[in-house]
């Protein structure tokens, strides 16, 4: 369906009215580590025509429009009104305070020659604000670069400076938040996470409760600006942060980018049921040396991980309507900070599974993964589509960006959607009934029937 652009909004004719992304686009990210630094040279990179943004949906891939014989099949990007790459201007807090281009040669991912110099100034132009930070949260890491304030709300409120700030400074029409932080120690909702007077009240108690990363997303919301959570914290994944944003009319979500061992699951998982084939253990071993794996050997960070990593084969397998398939799965995970392997993460699996007549078989994984590599497209993506989101009129959680989520957020008396395919499906129709096209139900019955006449 064409659009047509009347003043302010483009009007397609369809489910959303969307405002068009006219000017520029703030990215604001929490963490300036590996994943924030690799997205940032990577956009840089590919803006100056030196790199391909291989791994982003909303870059490379297509969308299928209409029946099979229309052959209608644009760029993503050339069908949402999406930010351009080259309004997109960068910022981040970190309580390290390295600018991005030590930050990126810090974290090893990138060819220094090749992709970090041609742009070293660029880089160290990124210089992290001071964050909300607590050690008691993230017992590894030690932050200098830290905001001081009698109390967490105080705290709050100078991140909103930082947000109304770079808005104005770098003459911003709109900003997103993307947490690409540490991990944060396991915790559970509890009555400060219910309401926002109950949460503004611990806040200003200095409740234990009230994570560094709640700090950010209240701040956001309360700003209007749309909020991603990178990892496993609970951060937006909270009645009080819900219920802000459907009030305030911004998106949310999370949690945890689904990158390496665990996106492989969820597409090895859907295959092994769609074929009734029986599951009785899975191991998942993993190493990994760079300082999201030191922040992980911490045992209670590695737990919040672990949940993330653990939800998903339940779901996907639904042991309930299975029992005889899927009614005892052993399922392990187990991640090992092995300092040699940087960046380069190497994720076993080895699964056990069983065919006709109840006979084993193994399959064994060895990814050999890059995990900035596999997450900083996805950041991307999740910057744009969460500002779009903003556009369409979209607010709370965004289940149809599961997609990019291990533990995805879904609305109560639902469960989450693991299968990497139907996320996929989701995230494809969403965008169609966004701009007004058909969805596809991969029918198509109408070919034979035509054929038939
Ligand atoms: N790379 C992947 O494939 C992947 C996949 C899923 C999730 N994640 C998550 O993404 C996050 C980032 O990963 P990374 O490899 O870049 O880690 P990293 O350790 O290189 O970077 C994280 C940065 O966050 C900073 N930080 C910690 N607490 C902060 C706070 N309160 N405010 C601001 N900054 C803070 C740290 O100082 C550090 O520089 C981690 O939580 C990781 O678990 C990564």
Redesign the pocket.
């Known amino acids: 369906m064409a659009r047509e652009q009347t003043g302010t909004a483009v009007v397609t004719g369809g489910a959303r009215e969307i405002a068009p992304a006219k000017g520029k686009l703030g990215v604001m990210l ?7 630094t690799t997205f940032i040279a990577g956009v840089e990179n590919v803006r100056r025509g030196c790199a391909l943004p291989i791994g982003s949906l909303s870059q490379m891939a297509t969308i299928r429009l209409g029946k099979r014989t229309e052959k209608r099949a644009p760029k993503i990007k050339d069908f949402v009104p999406l930010a351009d790459l080259n309004d997109l201007a960068f910022v981040a ?4 305070p390295d600018d991005a281009y030590t ?1 990126a040669v810090k ?1 090893g991912v990138l060819d220094q020659h090749e992709h970090l110099e041609p742009i070293k100034a660029f880089l160290q132009g990124i210089k992290p604000m001071p ?3 607590d050690q008691y949260y ?1 017992k590894r ?1 030690q ?1 200098t670069n830290v905001k001081r304030g009698k109390n967490k709300r105080e705290l709050a409120e100078q991140l909103r400076e930082d947000m109304r700030s770079f808005k104005k400074t770098a003459g911003l029409d709109r900003l997103v938040v993307v947490w ?4 944060e120690v396991f915790m559970t909702p509890g009555p400060a996470h219910q309401s926002l007077a109950a949460f503004e009240k611990a806040m200003e108690q200095n409740d234990q409760s009230i994570a ?2 709640m700090i950010y997303a209240y701040a956001a919301l309360m700003e209007n600006i749309p909020f991603a959570n ?2 496993p914290n609970l951060t937006v994944d909270l009645p009080v942060m819900e219920g802000l944003a459907e009030e305030r009319r911004v998106p949310i979500g999370g949690k ?2 689904k ?2 061992q665990t996106m492989m699951k969820s597409v090895l998982a859907p295959a092994f049921k769609a074929r009734m084939l029986g599951l009785s253990g899975w191991y998942s071993t993993n190493i990994l040396g ?3 794996g030191e ?2 050997d911490d045992p209670e960070s590695f737990k919040t ?1 672990e949940e993330s990593k653990l939800g998903l084969l339940e779901h996907i397998l639904q042991p309930e309507l299975y029992p005889e398939l899927y009614g005892k799965v052993y399922h392990k995970v187990r991640i090992n900070y092995y300092p040699p392997r940087g960046d380069n993460k190497e994720g076993w699996d080895n699964i056990d599974i069983f065919g006709w007549l109840g006979y084993p078989m193994q399959i064994k994984v060895d990814f050999l993964c890059r ?2 590599i ?2 900083a497209p996805i950041v991307l993506d999740l910057a744009l589509f969460f500002d779009v989101a903003a556009r369409a009129g979209l607010s709370g959680i965004q289940e149809w960006l599961s997609f990019y989520f ?1 533990s995805p957020q879904f609305a109560q008396g639902l469960y989450a959607e693991h299968d990497l395919f139907i996320q996929q499906t989701k995230l494809k129709n969403t965008l169609r009934w966004m701009m007004g096209e058909e969805q596809i139900t991969h029918l198509g019955i109408e070919y034979y029937e035509y054929a038939e006449k």
């Open positions: 929490v963490g300036l580590g590996a994943v924030s807090w970190d309580p390290i930050a974290a964050a909300a930070f993230v890491l932050g690409c932080a540490s991990t560094p990363s990178g990892a945890d980018f990158t390496g760079n300082r999201d922040v992980l991980k995990d900035s596999l997450a291990k």
